[in-house]
């Protein structure tokens, strides 16, 4: 369980990135008041939660439904996580984890900004989705398990909502160098885990028994 929740956590943070989600907020927030700044920061995450959540636990029913099998979601799911995972050690941004250069446009001239872009896709992505359907999916139906993979997601939620109390006091302490060492690191390890994530799904496919 210990192995599941390192995995979850290591997971979900990469693919959410509390820190980056963070810095974008205090971007987009310049002239908020204090009050309205937590009040978009609580509406986000609620919401975020309830859309990850929703995710995680009909995700794989959905897919069943629609005649995709576990294989091609974890080769697919390792194949949207790789490429997250490239652009986090390149200390590059993409849609999967933030927002397009016309989304961040449309969002500055916003008020309230706590449904789009801060709810989804900044804390609620594609990579987010995508990666709690396929941990859910590993888990097998073990209660256990999938108890500590949707703990290890409020936890990263959770702490995503104290970095967003504190935005502009983490932009200050960490600064440009110190966001893109921390995002370059959790690269590195979700890109190990998508690359398996693949293999895992190759093997699971019978592709390799077929060509035998």
Known sequence: MIETAIV????????????????????????????????M????????????????????????????????????????????GIDMVFARTSGGTSTTEDE??????????????????????????GAAILLMANAKGDLIAESVVIGALLAVILLTLLLLLLATKVQQLLGVTGMHVISRVFGVLLSALAVQFMFDGIAQSGLLQATH
């Open 8 to 39: 979850a956590f290591t997971t979900f943070f990469a693919t959410i990135g509390p820190i980056d989600v963070a810095a974008m907020f205090a971007a987009l927030t310049p002239h908020a008041s204090p009050a309205e700044r937590r009040s």
């Open 41 to 84: 920061a609580l509406r986000g995450t609620l919401i975020s939660s309830v859309i990850l959540v929703f995710f995680a636990l009909a995700g794989e029913i959905l897919l069943s439904t629609l005649g995709i099998s576990l294989a091609a979601l974890k080769v697919s799911g390792g194949i949207l996580l790789l490429l997250i």
């Open 104 to 129: 961040a446009s449309e969002a500055l001239a916003k008020k309230d900004i706590s449904v789009f872009p801060l709810a989804t896709p900044l804390i609620a992505g594609p990579g987010t989705m």
